[in-house]
């Protein structure tokens, strides 16, 4: 089974692949698929087939952070030590933001923080 999300319209919709491996010729909507595989079973049709021409292909999954790494030379082309970053979808605030605890921390900036 073939899994993706389309856009439909102005609808965002989880669909399976209705055709060979080839050509897909319909997107036929489908339950939550991380839902249903995570009760292990397929997910069920929930709708009548899309064709493929009316259908734009997304993302898998919806992104919520982005995860990067950079292995930057330096002016004599000597590696660096590799560099990871995080990114958040939005960019958080600075504002205090209560905690389990009843504590409070500040948030991150989005921003990568430079090494002095």
């Known amino acids: 089974m073939r899994i993706a999300r389309v856009a439909v319209g102005d609808a965002v919709l989880h669909?399976?692949?209705?055709?060979?491996a080839?050509?897909?010729g319909a997107w036929v909507p489908i339950?939550?698929?991380?839902?249903a595989l995570g009760e292990g079973r397929?997910?069920?049709d929930i709708g009548a087939p899309v064709p493929s021409a009316?259908?734009?292909?997304?993302?898998?999954a919806a992104p919520t952070v982005l995860v990067g790494i950079a292995q930057n030379r330096g002016s004599t082309d000597r590696p660096l030590p590799v560099q990871a970053w995080l990114r958040a979808r939005a960019p958080s605030s600075r504002t205090a933001s209560p905690c389990a605890s009843g504590a409070t921390r500040a948030g991150s900036s989005s921003r990568p923080r430079s090494r002095s």
Request: proline fraction near 12%.
């Open 22 to 24: 080839t050509a897909v």
């Open 31 to 35: 339950e939550d698929p991380y839902l």
């Open 54 to 60: 009316e259908a734009r292909l997304l993302a898998p």
């Open 42 to 44: 397929l997910p069920a």
């Open 15 to 20: 669909a399976r692949a209705d055709g060979d």
